[in-house]
């Protein structure tokens, strides 16, 4: 019989230390993850980071645009007519004098704003007022703007039209 190199309590410390240091090793290569925007109807919410940002700095025009539409991924949220649909943002997003605004299809749905919530009870985002058939789904869009209204994070989510 051999006795062991190392008792219990010394294999369990460095156990812990070798976990310890594999965890921060990971955590040093994570990126820190950017603030969340929410959309919520009903009692459905979807939550997601932005779908562009450029660490702080102004996102060029065509950046913004093209986060708008060219999102794959976008979180999906079922909204009924008359519905009241419900937009947060993190007070991160809000700090230091920056604002930020909703859009609809690329239209600004709300003036800039620095409150993180904001709600728009019995709206009917698919009214077409009359010019065709009701599309099934719209892009709603967040734009974080710094001074002087300059772009500098955008989230993007789906609306899609609940069906009767």
Known sequence: MTAPLF???ARRSVAALGAVSAGLLLLSACDKPTPLATVTVGTSSVSAE?????????????????CLTNVKEA??????????????????VVEDG??????LD????TEPSS????????ADVFATGGQGEAPTSKMLGFVQVGE????LAVWAFKLKLKSN
């Open 7 to 9: 008792s219990g309590r």
């Open 75 to 92: 979180k999906t949220v079922e909204y009924g007519r008359g519905d009241t649909l419900r937009l947060g943002v993190e007070p991160e």
């Open 106 to 109: 690329g239209q600004p749905i």
């Open 148 to 151: 002087g209204g300059k772009p």
């Open 50 to 66: 932005a779908a562009c940002q450029n660490d702080g700095k102004e996102l060029s025009v065509d950046k913004v645009q093209e």
């Open 115 to 122: 409150n993180t919530y904001r709600s728009f009870s019995g």
């Open 98 to 103: 920056r604002q930020w605004q909703a859009l």
